[in-house]
Each structure stands twice: as C-alpha cells, then as structure tokens.
C-alpha cells in the first residue's frame, strides 16, 4: 500500500465547533465528545485577516470548562502574538497562526511551545509549502487550508492535494516529525485521498455538524483511514 499510509490508522477526527449550534453549546459539545472526536477545532476570527468574527476568550473558557477534548485553536487574526498568554491561562493544547500574520515566526512558535503548547502554522490554499522550510524543525504541526478561510461550508480547493503530498513527503525525507492538519471541504468523500496524502488531523464542520448523527460521521471518516490501508 501507499508508503504515505502508515499513518492512516492514528488519523485524529477535529470537529470545528464553527458549525455547532451556540444556542446549545454545551449540549454540542458533550455530543461530540461521546460521538469520538480526538480534538476540538476552535477558529478566531477578528474580522480583519478574514471577513468574519467568531468567539473570543469568554467563549473559549467555557468551552475548556466543558469539554474534556484536546482544544486546537486556529488563530486568523492579524496579530496572533496578542492571544497567546490568554489561551495559555485558558489551557488550550493547539495554537496555529497564519504565516501571513507575523513577521517572526520563528519567535512566536517558540513562544507557544515555551507554554506547554503544540505549536503550529497555517498556510491558506494559495501560500506556498515552502514557506514552511526554515521552522519545520521548529513546529508541532501544520495546517493547510483546503479552502479560503473565514466561512465554513465551502468545498474542497482539489490542487491542496498536491501541497499535503509535497509537505508529506519533505517530511519523510527530513525526517521530521510534524503532524499535517487539513481543513476545509473534508467530507467522507475525500478523507481517504487526504489520508493517503499524509494528513494526521482532520478537521470537519459541517460535514459533521450538519447530519443527525456525529457519531456516524466521525465513523466515516475514521473508516476512510482504515480503507486507506488497503488502497
């Protein structure tokens, strides 16, 4: 089978809370965790990177408080370096912010990993992979955009395939051991193809969140890691 595979069987399944109701959020969340997420998605918007606001700090921190899932946080705000300490106080396990946002990268993914977090950066569907050289010893994990960000439901950019394999096997070759997240568009229509290109973390919105019943989604995709095996 594909020697890009052979992590098909640890793939993480990322709920992006985006989609959730927050009218019953709570209720959302205890969903999900009993429907078999391994991490929560959380993305921050600040209405100036992208087109849209989302939750802020106080919304975060309730969240942590009811929720036992890892929460992955996906800052798309201009200056990142300004949310750190607060998610750090919160708690939270993953913080990625957009290469485009900061001019010393280096500085801020040591700054998070300083606190204990899994530190990582994004690179939307049009960012080149190579901007990733010179800290890919440095990060935790990376997250490729398979859609522009700032509004969820959109579907899936097809050439970020060929971004996930590149990044996948400069990974192998260095011997690096950085996790690929991908986000954006990820249904169980394409999970396999993502897998086998070598994405560790999927995140899904409203391919989740949109259906009656989490658990079976979260199944299907866990399921494309097992097919991906046998491709």
Same mark, same amino acid.
């Given at each position: 089978?594909?020697?890009?595979?052979?992590?098909?069987?640890?793939? =993480?399944?990322?709920?992006?809370?985006?989609?959730?109701?927050?009218?019953?959020?709570?209720?959302?969340?205890? #969903?999900?965790?009993?429907?078999?997420?391994?991490?929560?998605?959380? %993305?921050?918007?600040?209405?100036?990177?992208?087109?849209?606001?989302?939750?802020? @700090?106080?919304?975060?921190?309730?969240?942590?408080?009811?929720?036992?899932?890892?929460?992955? $946080?996906?800052? @798309?705000?201009?200056?990142?370096?300004?949310?750190?300490?607060?998610?750090?106080?919160?708690?939270?396990?993953?913080?990625?912010?957009?290469?485009?946002?900061?001019?010393?990268?280096?500085?801020?993914?040591? =700054?998070? =990993?300083?606190?204990?977090?899994?530190?990582?950066?994004?690179?939307?569907?049009?960012?080149?992979?190579?901007?990733?050289?010179? $800290?890919? %010893?440095? @990060?935790?994990?990376?997250?490729?955009?398979? $859609?522009?960000?700032?509004?969820?439901?959109?579907?899936?950019?097809?050439?970020?395939?060929?971004?996930?394999?590149?990044?996948?096997?400069?990974?192998?070759?260095?011997?690096?051991?950085?996790?690929?997240? $991908? %986000?954006?568009?990820?249904? %169980?229509?394409?999970?396999?193809?993502?897998?086998?290109?070598?994405?560790?973390?999927?995140?899904?919105?409203?391919?989740?969140?949109?259906?009656?019943?989490?658990? #079976?989604?979260?199944?299907?995709?866990?399921?494309?890691? #097992?097919?991906?095996?046998?491709?």
């Amino acid at each position: 089978y594909n020697i890009f595979c052979m992590n098909a069987n640890t793939v =993480k399944i990322a709920p992006s809370l985006l989609s959730a109701d927050f009218g019953r959020l709570k209720e959302e969340i205890s #969903q999900i965790e009993n429907a078999g997420a391994d991490l929560l998605h959380l %993305d921050v918007m600040d209405g100036h990177f992208v087109p849209n606001l989302t939750f802020g @700090m106080p919304v975060i921190q309730a969240i942590k408080k009811y929720s036992k899932l890892p929460l992955d $946080v996906h800052l @798309m705000v201009t200056n990142p370096d300004f949310y750190i300490d607060h998610l750090a106080n919160i708690g939270v396990d993953y913080i990625s912010f957009h290469v485009e946002t900061e001019y010393h990268i280096n500085r801020l993914l040591n =700054k998070i =990993k300083e606190k204990n977090i899994k530190s990582g950066i994004v690179l939307n569907p049009a960012t080149n992979w190579n901007q990733i050289e010179y $800290v890919a %010893d440095i @990060m935790d994990f990376i997250l490729l955009m398979t $859609v522009n960000p700032g509004f969820g439901g959109q579907s899936f950019i097809l050439n970020c395939l060929e971004k996930i394999r590149i990044i996948s096997k400069y990974k192998t070759i260095r011997k690096l051991n950085f996790e690929i997240e $991908v %986000d954006g568009g990820v249904t %169980d229509q394409n999970a396999s193809n993502l897998i086998n290109a070598g994405a560790d973390i999927l995140v899904a919105g409203s391919y989740i969140f949109n259906s009656n019943n989490y658990a #079976q989604q979260i199944r299907s995709l866990k399921l494309c890691s #097992q097919n991906c095996l046998t491709d």
